[in-house]
């Protein structure tokens, strides 16, 4: 059982009938994006889920620009794809893991925890050699898949806000250096972050090849950063809730298990007038 990453040779040698494969890909700024490059060529057998219908809820102008979806609706959706108990869940895209790992969290939300994201995702699979496909996916029968407690902790709004005074956990946020430190800002409407947030963009936890750094390595760039606090005193942030799932995915792979997820993050912070805001590094 595979809980947080998977490598592509691991994975091309899964019998097919226990696997589901998440198509993930997605572009911000083109929300088509990633339905038509599925449908130009996918892996074998994999399904597509889009970040905005799939994996997020409605948006209110107040709870973010990716809230979390309905729980039993999430549900429905993935058992209508046959995941099961026993079925090996593999979310994978073409941008380091940034969307997958959205799929990846939310299904250990969900309490199915035999998901992975593919380390290196559909660019690692090619250059092994493997092929891609127009086909329609390979059908799982449909299944009853009933939400369960799966140990994935969030916290809201409030929380974060009395936190700047108590400071009984670390906030981290997984947006940009520059976007961090309030320059540049073109998605969300203020620029800066939460008071009391540290930086750490989720693009550090990749090596060069695209693919996750060694565990031990980021085991050890965590427990420099954040100061010998432990992970449950960890809460993850970004600009939607989406790369934040990237750093708590690395925390996990790194064995600092226990982390939090804020999923309105800075797009719901920003957009209640009077919630603090700092700018600089």
Avoid at 161 to 176: K, T
Avoid at 195 to 222: C, M, Q, V, Y
């Amino acid at each position: 059982m595979y809980r947080t990453l998977i490598s592509v040779d691991e994975l091309a040698v899964l019998p097919p009938e226990s696997v589901l494969l998440i198509d993930c890909r997605h572009q911000l700024a083109d929300p088509d994006y990633g339905r038509g490059a599925y449908a130009a060529g996918h892996l074998p057998d994999a399904h597509h889920l889009h970040l905005d219908y799939h994996l997020s809820g409605p948006t209110s102008g107040s709870n973010g620009r990716h809230p979390l979806p309905d729980r039993q609706r999430l549900a429905v959706v993935l058992g209508a794809l046959g995941l099961a108990p026993g079925i090996q869940c593999v979310a994978y895209d073409d941008a380091g893991g940034m969307f997958a790992a959205r799929l990846w969290w939310l299904a250990q939300w969900l309490g199915h925890h035999e998901v992975a994201v593919l380390d290196g995702g559909i660019q690692a699979w090619t250059a092994a050699g493997h092929p891609l496909t127009r086909a329609e996916a390979g059908s799982h029968p449909p299944v009853r898949f009933l939400p369960r407690d799966g140990g994935m902790r969030t916290v809201t709004a409030d929380e974060v806000l009395a936190n700047i005074d108590r400071a009984q956990f670390q906030l981290v946020d997984a947006r940009g250096a520059d976007r961090f430190r309030g320059e540049n800002e073109t998605i969300d409407p203020v620029g800066g972050h939460i008071p009391g947030a540290i930086n750490h963009p989720f693009a550090g936890n990749l090596a060069s090849d695209g693919r996750f750094k060694p565990a031990a390595t980021l085991r050890d760039e965590w427990e420099t950063q954040l100061g010998g606090r432990p992970p449950q005193q960890v809460v993850h942030q970004c600009g939607s809730g989406v790369t934040a799932c990237h750093n708590l995915l690395s925390m996990e792979y790194a064995g600092l298990n226990g982390s939090r997820l804020y999923p309105g993050s800075w797009s719901e912070w920003v957009a209640a007038p009077g919630r603090p805001c700092a700018t600089g590094a």
